[in-house]
């Protein structure tokens, strides 16, 4: 017997109802139940975001890591850069990764692993649309499964893809 749980989250008004949770409150519930670190990539972050922004300050002020990996930072709002350059400035455990593929390849996964034994992993950017108005599917997942995708992130950190942002 497992003791990993799956649980689908979702936007979309076509999809909400029936038991099924929101994608918006399943981020607020892993950023506010952290207690040691997160793990996350995006494809495209937007300033229409801004609760994550202050789920994720609030995090960082609780003193939990975060490791954020942005497909081509550079690529963003100027907006976006500067509040992550200004958490990063002040608060030394969040790290900031630039994925920057050799070739044509993006970094189109959006997923959160946090301390290890919780994950999100679906379909929506970390915008206001993906979180709130497009129609996204997630899987919340919890338990020893969720090593591997831990793991799987870890790998990611370490490719010759992903470039630490420094200040």
């Given at each position: 017997m497992s003791d990993t749980t799956v649980r689908i989250v979702?936007?979309?008004?076509?999809?909400?109802?029936?038991?099924?949770?929101?994608?918006?409150?399943a981020l607020e519930q892993l950023f506010r139940e952290a207690k040691q670190e997160i793990s996350l990539t995006a494809y495209s972050?937007?300033?229409?975001?801004?609760?994550?922004?202050?789920?994720?300050?609030?995090a960082l002020a609780r003193g939990v890591q975060i490791s954020l990996i942005i497909n081509h930072l550079n690529d963003h709002p100027f907006e976006v850069i500067s509040k992550l350059r200004r958490f990063a400035a002040t608060y030394t455990?969040?790290?900031?990764?630039?994925?920057?593929s050799e070739g044509e390849a993006?970094?189109?996964?959006?997923v959160i692993v946090v301390d290890h034994n919780k994950a999100l992993?679906?379909?929506?950017?970390?915008?206001?649309?993906?979180?709130?108005?497009?129609?996204?599917?997630?899987?919340?997942?919890?338990?020893?499964?969720?090593?591997?995708?831990?793991?799987?992130?870890?790998?990611?950190?370490?490719?010759?893809d992903v470039?630490?942002?420094?200040?």
């Open positions: 979702v936007t979309g008004t076509a999809w909400m109802g029936g038991g099924i949770g929101s994608i918006e409150s972050l937007s300033t229409g975001a801004d609760l994550l922004f202050d789920w994720m300050e609030a455990h969040l790290r900031l990764y630039d994925f920057l993006d970094l189109h996964a959006k992993i679906g379909s929506s950017n970390l915008s206001r649309r993906g979180l709130l108005a497009n129609h996204e599917m997630a899987v919340m997942i919890q338990g020893t499964a969720v090593v591997n995708v831990a793991n799987a992130m870890d790998r990611l950190m370490q490719s010759r470039v630490r942002v420094l200040l």
